[in-house]
């Protein structure tokens, strides 16, 4: 343990500078697809393919999106966990797109990521004291009072007791875990933490609560925030704007209340239409919702024009032939659509609905929306915030969404459980990572974080055919965290 830490203590970091804190330009990330014997690339997975976005010291974006529409990658590319195949990422106008393990060693400390699982995040051999003192070890640094002190003050912070620091993780509910991987993220007082879905793995009943948590920290600590979910009702109360990502890209990007206002892109207004209303009285009314049919397509070979022309019900010829550009239709409201919802229509002239776009139409009728409204548990309410719940749509062109969407929402929604990431090689990368995130970016960093992470997901990848890979693969993930010990 060398340098004292200067941030060290109780006060707030707040970042007051006009400047965004991170902005991205153009990013890209292809994971080539290799077959054969000598291993040729015969394509890529176009997990993001060219998005542009800021985040404002302070605030917090939201990232929404169906399962494999590249926010996890998103996610690891902003933090350098993975490495870019294009584009530029800018942190407190550093540029860090391509900055190698030395480089990135002040960032680490700046930028945090919490990840989805709490029981798959926290190794379980190690105390909780070790876990969250782990950054400290890492980055040989020595808060004042002590480490120990100091992680007894954020078990006491996320609202745990510092009496838990001898405990390990198995005696903990998944709230708890998910608590206790986040004091380790903000053990070195970071700037900018990215939630990757952080709740999703959680009891709907304790979901609010860790949200609310990490709300509070916020004020608190002057944090930045990105958090990824795959459903529009974890991200709506304490997101300041949201991010809507298809397919890689962004389609729409609107302050968080405008968004829900009136959604401009079908796709945000699919979401829209999954999300539960929590007012018991307002589940009667008549309700018309969108269905969204079929899964994402494959991002190895995206649809041509319009990544969503497959699915929407508005898609007309241009959207087959041309992509629309993501659009500043409004001061601070941008558009990735030639037929936007609420907004002047990019291509008026062209009316003829593709004959997709005439099936993905589908009016619900009140009786089965109200009869399904009836199964919905509990917690489907907004407060709770379901998760579970993505867009399995259903569409209605017309020009008052918020009622629309909020009728909507009391049609149950069909549950879908991640197919896609039951069989898809991210999931595996993610489950590599999964066995201690932060502390294994943490000791990789001394090496090669972005190698490593690439390398496990790459080994994850390869397991879809050869498990004995799998244990391999896991095996190199954490090795260097014993190493670190
Ligand atoms: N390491 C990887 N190798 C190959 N494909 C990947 C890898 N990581 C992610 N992908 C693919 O990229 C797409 C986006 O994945 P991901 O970012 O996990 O989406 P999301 O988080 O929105 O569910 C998926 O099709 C996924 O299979
Ligand atoms: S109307 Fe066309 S451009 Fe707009 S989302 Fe639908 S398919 Fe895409
Ligand atoms: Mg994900």
Request: with cysteine.
């Amino acid at each position: 343990m060398s340098d004292t830490d200067t941030r060290a203590g109780t006060t707030a970091v707040t970042d007051t500078d006009d400047k965004p804190l991170l902005k991205v330009e153009g990013l890209v990330k292809h994971f080539p697809i290799k077959k054969g014997l000598l291993q040729r690339q015969t394509g890529a997975v176009k997990a993001v393919d060219g998005i542009d976005f800021e985040v404002r010291r302070g605030e917090t974006l939201g990232v929404v999106g169906e399962s494999g529409c590249g926010k996890s990658t998103m996610g690891r590319l902003i933090t350098r966990l993975l490495e870019p195949s294009g584009g530029k990422v800018e942190f407190d106008g550093t540029d860090i797109t391509h900055l190698d393990t030395g480089g990135m060693r002040p960032f680490r400390r700046d930028i945090q990521m919490i990840f989805q699982d709490p029981y798959g995040s926290l190794n379980p051999r190690h105390t909780i004291g070790s876990i969250v003192s782990a950054p400290f070890r890492l980055q040989n640094v020595e808060p004042e009072g002590g480490v120990k002190k100091e992680v007894q003050r954020l078990l006491e912070l996320v609202g745990l007791s510092p009496e838990h620091y001898n405990r390990y993780p198995h005696e903990f509910s998944g709230g708890q875990r998910q608590r206790i991987g986040i004091a380790r993220a903000l053990a070195l007082k970071p700037r900018m933490v990215v939630a990757d879905e952080p709740v999703s793995a959680l009891d709907v009943s304790i979901q609010a609560q860790v949200v609310n948590l990490m709300d509070d920290l916020q004020d608190e600590l002057g944090l930045t925030y990105v958090i990824i979910a795959h459903d529009l009702s974890v991200v709506r109360h304490v997101s300041d704007r949201i991010a809507v990502m298809y397919l890689g890209k962004i389609v729409e990007l609107a302050d968080g209340a405008e968004l829900y206002k009136a959604p401009m892109h079908p796709y945000t207004k699919a979401l829209l239409s999954a999300v539960p209303i929590p007012d018991p009285k307002r589940r009667h009314q008549k309700s018309e919702r969108i269905l969204l049919k079929g899964d994402v397509p494959s991002p190895i070979a995206p649809p041509s024009g319009c990544r969503f022309h497959t699915r929407c019900w508005k898609a007309t010829e241009i959207c087959k032939t041309t992509e629309p550009p993501l659009l500043e239709v409004r001061p601070g409201r941008q558009v990735a659509c030639h037929h936007p919802e609420n907004a002047e229509d990019q291509a008026p002239q062209d009316t003829v609905l593709l004959t997709a776009a005439k099936e993905a139409a589908e009016l619900v009728p009140e009786a089965s929306a109200t009869a399904s409204a009836k199964t919905e548990p509990a917690g489907t309410a907004e407060s709770s915030g379901t998760v579970e719940s993505v867009a399995q749509a259903e569409p209605v062109e017309k020009t008052e969404p918020v009622e629309k969407a909020e009728a909507a929402a009391k049609a149950k929604v069909a549950e879908k459980t991640e197919p896609v990431e039951k069989t898809e090689p991210a999931e595996k990368a993610e489950a590599a990572e999964k066995t201690e995130p932060v502390e294994k970016a943490k000791v990789a960093e001394k090496t090669e974080p972005v190698e490593k992470a690439e390398a496990a997901a790459k080994a994850e990848a390869a397991e879809k055919t050869e498990p004995a890979a799998k244990a391999e693969a896991a095996e190199k993930a954490e090795a260097p965290e014993s190493d670190g010990k």
